[in-house]
């Protein structure tokens, strides 16, 4: 039973050949900043899958629409098919009987159904990799991914590089004028900062703070 305590990716390993034995489902989160690597992550996990032979399905949600919809793409452009769902309902009745792997991107636009339906597969002995933005661009909690990194039996934090100071960067910093909570975009749109760094948003008004974020 020792490696079914180890800890990192070398328990996804034991966990996938527990898999098998007992037809156990779990639940990991990769959750971090903007270019922290989560949709990377999300594809090495899946990729190994694939090679074990597994079958795998891999979502995201249809408002993620910065680039092809039918792939999960990374900023350094590593790419995975995906479909593109607009519910989690939708996810949940595409999912097929014999699927062992599924893996979700951009958790966070999606509703908070995501929770019952990842809980729902994993009882179902599926292994649900879900990636996801753990906060929005103001640095507060963006659902469902809190609520996620609670019911994973596995939780990966990524970081990014603060382009300030090049210290490992847990926050988001949107450069552009939007007060939407979601507002699609890449490096046009948003920078990986680190605490010291990042402006926070909440209370100021957006025009001040893309002032001092580009004057810096
Ligand atoms: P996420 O899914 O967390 O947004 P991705 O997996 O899409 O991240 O992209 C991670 C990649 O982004 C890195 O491997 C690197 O090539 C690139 N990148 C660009 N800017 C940064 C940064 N500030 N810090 C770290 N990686 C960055
Ligand atoms: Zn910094």
């Not at 039973?1 to 989160?29: C, K, P």
């Not at 479909?83 to 309902?89: D, I, L, P, T, Y």
């Amino acid at each position: 039973m020792h490696e079914l305590t180890a800890q990192g990716n070398d328990e996804h390993l034991s966990r996938q050949l527990l898999h098998r034995a007992t037809n156990t489902g779990w639940i990991e989160v990769i959750a971090g900043s903007m270019f922290s690597g989560k949709s990377e992550e999300l594809i090495r996990r899946l990729r190994r899958a694939k090679i074990a032979r597994q079958k795998v399905q891999v979502f995201k949600p249809q408002i993620d629409t910065r680039y092809a919809l039918d792939y999960i793409v990374s900023h350094s452009e590593m790419r995975h098919e995906s479909n593109a769902v607009a519910s989690s309902a939708e996810l949940l009745s595409q999912v097929e009987p014999d699927t062992e792997v599924i893996g979700i991107d951009e958790a966070q636009f999606f509703d908070n159904g995501l929770v019952s339906v990842a809980n729902e597969l994993a009882r179902r002995g599926v292994r649900v990799i879900i990636a996801g933005l753990d906060q929005d661009f103001r640095g507060v909690p963006f659902d469902p991914v809190p609520q996620l990194l609670s019911i994973a039996e596995y939780i990966t934090k990524t970081h990014a590089i603060c382009v300030r100071c090049g210290q490992p960067a847990n926050y988001s910093q949107r450069i552009v004028e939007s007060e939407e909570r979601v507002a699609v975009g890449a490096s046009d749109m948003y920078e990986a900062r680190c605490r010291r760094c990042f402006v926070p948003h909440a209370d100021a008004p957006t025009a001040h703070l893309v002032e001092a974020s580009i004057d810096l």
